[in-house]
């Protein structure tokens, strides 16, 4: 009978790695093209779907067809931000059907729509396939490791995209936790210390402080962004030479131009890294005429090189300091929700390959009086290395290397109560260490009469004999995910709330009648 395999995915935005635990050790599974991350792209032509390397390197010619991003797109409704912000640059077309997302492409020469959830399964299915190309054997179940700040329509998302590519998610581990697990095992820490896990990667960034204490992996505190991300910065260097282009040249560029453009602009990021002076070459060849413009680039064979501009890593810093500052931010304030000091931080480990940006380094080292970063992790890796290590643990492994590991993960996220005149009540907190099941018992108002501590009271609907129960995610901004109502008898005067977060954050809130226990009703959200 043929082994079966537990594997590991880190999905990203930009880049996605698939790992397995084999032979007492993790395996980054190298991909079709021996490359061991994997662009998270997919793209349609008029005979196949192509993911990952294949989609990315034909995205500039079949841009309007080649979909990314895919961590802005997932769980998302139509109107929200991200989608309205991400649409001013995606060379793909998005349409609202039911405030709801519908990605636009041509394929096989006929208009198709596809969920974001239909496009992440490609991509879940190419890490699928990648790992049982690798290890003879079907695969079926699987750790994937996600931003910390993912919402719960998000995890939800990602589970349905799992399923269309016939994979069972058995945890969703946070990947600053997963990072942690491989900075864990590959330093051999043997005394209690206190970890920042920083995560910078293409769509999210995040800030997690863990404890590691003899193979226990406590995390303390998690804040996160998803509005920042190395394809904001992209972004911002996009606009910069789209507008110098315009003002030189008088008109716009193209969509496949900018296409181009962006594909020069990620490169010119990475290389900013290692020089401080890069040439930005837009490539203008017009995909839509199919020829190439009048002034063309020196890529181009020609003599009036207008479309070549240069970037230095000062002006790269200037055009995205208030991006950096942001991620200071997040930074300090993880520190400060974990109730300790900076000198109190052992080790800083860096995760997602926009760590690599040197002005980051340099901050996140000033901000700690100087002290040195762990970069002997490779920080694309980092995460799908600890996601195959929680998933040999939960296939029974009981390997010497691991066996004492223990993580006790937290919600990025709170989960509140709409409570009478519509106040939205706290009911399970940010950094709250998950699972966890907690219960409260509310009054019911009856006519709305005036009462002292209103976030103790629930409403009665005015019609009928029952009470509405709306469940909410978010601190700032609220999001509602769920509502029911719970029958109630007459004389009830209150009820018991109970909200119940798994490990891969499937809540179920439950409410029941004190009055007579027989009036029970509940909802599970991301099930």
Known sequence: MAKEYIIGIDLGNTFSSVSVWREDNVIIIPNDYSNRITPSYVAFTESEILVGDAAKIQSISNCRNTVFDIHRLIGRDFDHYDIQYGMKYW???????????RICVNYKWVDREYTPEEILSFLLNKMKKTAETFLGVHVKKVVVALPIDFNISQYEAVKKAALLARLNIIRIVNSPTAAAITYGLRMKVTEKQNILVFDFGGGTCSASLITLDKGIFKVKAVVGNNNIGGRDLDDRLVNHFAQKYKKKNRQSQSMGDLCRLRTNCERAKIILSNFDHVHIDSFLY?????NFNKTTCSLCNSTDDLSQYSLDRDEFEKLNDDLFYSVM???????????????????IVLVGGSTRIPIIQDMIKKLFNGKDLIVSINPDEAAAHGAAVQATILSGNTSERIKDIL???VNASPFNIMTSDDVITPFIERNTVIPIKKSKTFKIRINGSRQTNISNYLDRTPDKRAVPIKIYEGESYHCLIGEFELPI???TTDIEVTFDLSFNFKLKVSAVDNQRRINKKHIIINY
């Open 489 to 491: 008898s007459r004389n």
């Open 329 to 347: 931010k997040l930074i300090k304030k993880v520190i400060d929700d974990a109730k300790i000091i900076k000198s109190q931080v052992h080790e």
């Open 91 to 101: 060379p793909f077309n998005i349409v609202k059907k039911n405030n709801e997302i």
């Open 286 to 290: 017009d995909i839509e005429k199919n």
């Open 407 to 409: 993580i006790h993960d």
